[in-house]
């Protein structure tokens, strides 16, 4: 059984403004309007013989994974939810327990929820031609052929020729400077550290429990007491916070005499920055990568993506500008490596725009803080059919509610009643209530709070449906 093992954890932070921390890339349409890089990497899966995906991700993302995956076709998603980050060593651990427990003989197969391969064709027969070094015991990783001296990748260095495509790890180097990447390129030799593998899942634990008993015995120890929520698998908090956190590269693959490394051409690419989703996007005559209500005078070489409002550039070169609805990025493409210092800096500040945009999704739809001032705060609130908010209240707000279209079902203290368009309900301070949209459109409404602190942490909850507490 070949199981795809889809590591979804990561904030992307050289992707800001665009990737935040509660929303980070994997979750975002970055390459393709219509799919996010969690749904390629799930659609390029389509025509292999696999199993259904298990996907790792951090707990505060657990419903934008599993609403994505519903999206993508996968009605009844595995997804394995880490309480805190402990890096790819582990998280592949949970999926190998998990997998050596419904079938000793499984074969995982191991990608990042966040890189973009254009050729599918491709990767598909390059996974099947790797496939039988891996059931033959080996632990194959997938080295990309490079295409230019690069330096922000890590290399491998390629040995003896196994059987088939593969051959023997002769070592794994660090990123380069450029000189030593051009002699690596035109050696030959070396490949790009794709940080993809194919692997049985019991040889791979066999190998941790040789090199790093340490992280497997957390795991382990982790997985035996989850809980299984909807569906997500909910690991132990506290032997899964004990864990080193290590990478897979250091824990084993580095260590192992079974590491066998197999050639990918197929046009893939790691979105690490936005140089890098520069020279992957469609450009016009003069090199611009355009995306949203743009227009460029005498510019080149630059990538704009406006969001929500027109942007314009005139007489610049090889610039990023970046709009959302909260903040604007202008970096020089030769910077952009530095983007994850600014968002650094607004951590430090004690600012917000590191976590989230304006817009937040949460499982029963998405709101919109539109306005903010001394003691208001005004939202745009989107409730899917049939989605409920939980059952709750707040200490230090009222919150009054104009529903724009469709039909709320509120429960206000001792009542439940029905408010359609153009009617409103207020909800008191320390009154418990609740919202669910009882009908087959979505529910719309204008939400405005007053009150002394209007803290998403000002929220007690009595009741949820989605498991939710707090």
Same mark, same amino acid.
């Given at each position: 059984?070949?199981?795809?093992?889809?590591?979804?954890?990561?904030?992307?932070?050289?992707?800001?403004?665009?990737?935040?921390?509660?929303?980070?890339?994997?979750?975002?349409?970055?390459?393709?309007?219509?799919?996010?890089?969690?749904?390629?990497?799930?659609?390029?899966?389509?025509?292999?013989?696999?199993?259904?995906?298990?996907?790792?991700?951090?707990?505060?993302?657990?419903?934008?994974?599993?609403?994505?995956?519903?999206?993508?076709?996968?009605?009844?998603?595995?997804?394995?939810?880490?309480?805190?980050?402990?890096?790819?060593?582990?998280?592949?651990?949970?999926?190998?327990?998990?997998?050596?427990?419904?079938?000793?003989?499984?074969?995982?197969?191991?990608?990042?929820?966040?890189?973009?391969?254009?050729?599918?064709?491709?990767?598909?027969?390059?996974?099947?031609?790797?496939?039988?070094?891996?059931?033959?015991?080996?632990?194959?990783?997938?080295?990309?052929?490079?295409?230019?001296?690069?330096?922000?990748?890590?290399?491998?260095?390629?040995?003896?020729?196994?059987?088939?495509?593969?051959?023997?790890?002769?070592?794994?180097?660090?990123?380069?400077?450029?000189?030593?990447?051009?002699?690596?390129?035109?050696?030959?030799?070396?490949?790009?550290?794709?940080?993809?593998?194919?692997?049985?899942?019991?040889?791979?634990?066999?190998?941790?429990?040789?090199?790093?008993?340490?992280?497997?015995?957390? =795991?382990?120890?982790?997985?035996?007491?989850?809980?299984?929520?909807?569906?997500?698998?909910?690991?132990?908090?506290?032997?899964?916070?004990? =864990?080193?956190?290590?990478?897979?590269?250091?824990?084993?693959?580095?260590?192992?005499?079974?590491?066998?490394?197999?050639?990918?051409?197929?046009?893939?690419?790691?979105?690490?920055?936005?140089?890098?989703?520069?020279?992957?996007?469609?450009?016009?005559?003069?090199?611009?990568?355009?995306?949203?209500?743009?227009?460029?005078?005498?510019?080149?070489? =630059?990538?704009?993506?406006?969001?929500?409002?027109?942007?314009?550039?005139?007489?610049?070169?090889?610039?990023?500008?970046?709009?959302?609805?909260?903040?604007?990025?202008?970096?020089?493409?030769?910077?952009?490596?530095?983007?994850?210092?600014?968002?650094?800096?607004?951590?430090?500040?004690?600012?917000?725009?590191?976590?989230?945009?304006?817009?937040?999704?949460?499982?029963?739809?998405?709101?919109?803080?539109?306005?903010?001032?001394?003691?208001?705060?005004?939202?745009?609130?989107?409730?899917?059919?049939?989605?409920?908010?939980?059952?709750?209240?707040?200490?230090?707000?009222?919150?009054?509610?104009?529903?724009?279209?469709?039909?709320?079902?509120?429960?206000?203290?001792?009542?439940?009643?029905?408010?359609?368009?153009?009617?409103?309900?207020?909800?008191?301070?320390?009154?418990?209530?609740?919202?669910?949209?009882?009908?087959?459109?979505?529910?719309?409404?204008?939400?405005?709070?007053?009150?002394?602190?209007?803290?998403?942490?000002?929220?007690?909850?009595?009741?949820?449906?989605?498991?939710?507490?707090?």
């Amino acid at each position: 059984m070949l199981v795809p093992v889809i590591l979804a954890g990561g904030t992307g932070s050289r992707l800001w403004p665009l990737s935040r921390q509660l929303n980070p890339k994997q979750f975002l349409a970055l390459t393709d309007e219509r799919a996010t890089m969690l749904q390629q990497t799930v659609s390029r899966l389509k025509g292999l013989k696999v199993d259904a995906p298990v996907v790792i991700c951090n707990e505060e993302h657990r419903f934008l994974a599993a609403e994505q995956l519903r999206l993508a076709g996968e009605d009844g998603p595995r997804i394995i939810l880490e309480p805190v980050g402990r890096n790819t060593a582990p998280a592949i651990a949970l999926a190998a327990l998990q997998a050596v427990a419904e079938d000793e003989e499984s074969v995982l197969l191991v990608l990042a929820a966040d890189h973009l391969i254009a050729d599918t064709a491709a990767f598909q027969d390059t996974v099947s031609r790797a496939q039988p070094l891996a059931e033959a015991g080996k632990l194959v990783t997938f080295g990309i052929v490079p295409g230019q001296a690069e330096t922000g990748y890590g290399y491998i260095h390629k040995g003896k020729a196994q059987g088939g495509d593969g051959f023997d790890v002769e070592r794994f180097v660090e990123k380069p400077d450029y000189a030593t990447a051009q002699g690596y390129l035109e050696s030959g030799d070396y490949l790009w550290n794709s940080g993809m593998f194919l692997f049985k899942a019991s040889r791979y634990l066999e190998e941790l429990e040789r090199f790093r008993p340490d992280i497997l015995h957390a =795991c382990r120890a982790a997985l035996e007491d989850s809980a299984q929520d909807l569906h997500f698998t909910r690991v132990n908090y506290e032997a899964f916070a004990a =864990c080193p956190d290590e990478s897979v590269d250091y824990a084993v693959m580095e260590k192992t005499s079974s590491a066998v490394v197999v050639p990918l051409d197929a046009g893939w690419s790691d979105i690490g920055s936005w140089s890098a989703l520069w020279e992957v996007s469609g450009k016009d005559d003069a090199g611009n990568a355009i995306a949203g209500d743009v227009i460029q005078q005498d510019s080149s070489g =630059c990538l704009v993506r406006a969001d929500h409002r027109l942007v314009a550039t005139v007489g610049v070169e090889d610039l990023v500008v970046v709009e959302t609805k909260d903040a604007v990025l202008v970096a020089h493409k030769d910077r952009v490596q530095d983007v994850k210092k600014v968002v650094r800096q607004i951590e430090a500040d004690g600012r917000h725009e590191h976590l989230n945009h304006r817009e937040v999704y949460r499982p029963w739809g998405v709101y919109d803080s539109i306005d903010n001032g001394h003691r208001y705060q005004v939202k745009r609130i989107t409730v899917k059919p049939g989605a409920k908010l939980s059952v709750q209240m707040h200490h230090h707000r009222a919150e009054h509610w104009i529903v724009v279209s469709g039909t709320a079902s509120v429960t206000n203290g001792e009542k439940t009643y029905l408010v359609t368009e153009n009617q409103s309900t207020f909800i008191p301070v320390g009154e418990v209530h609740s919202l669910e949209n009882p009908g087959v459109i979505d529910l719309e409404l204008i939400e405005v709070q007053s009150g002394s602190y209007l803290g998403e942490d000002d929220i007690v909850r009595f009741a949820d449906k989605y498991g939710r507490t707090g």
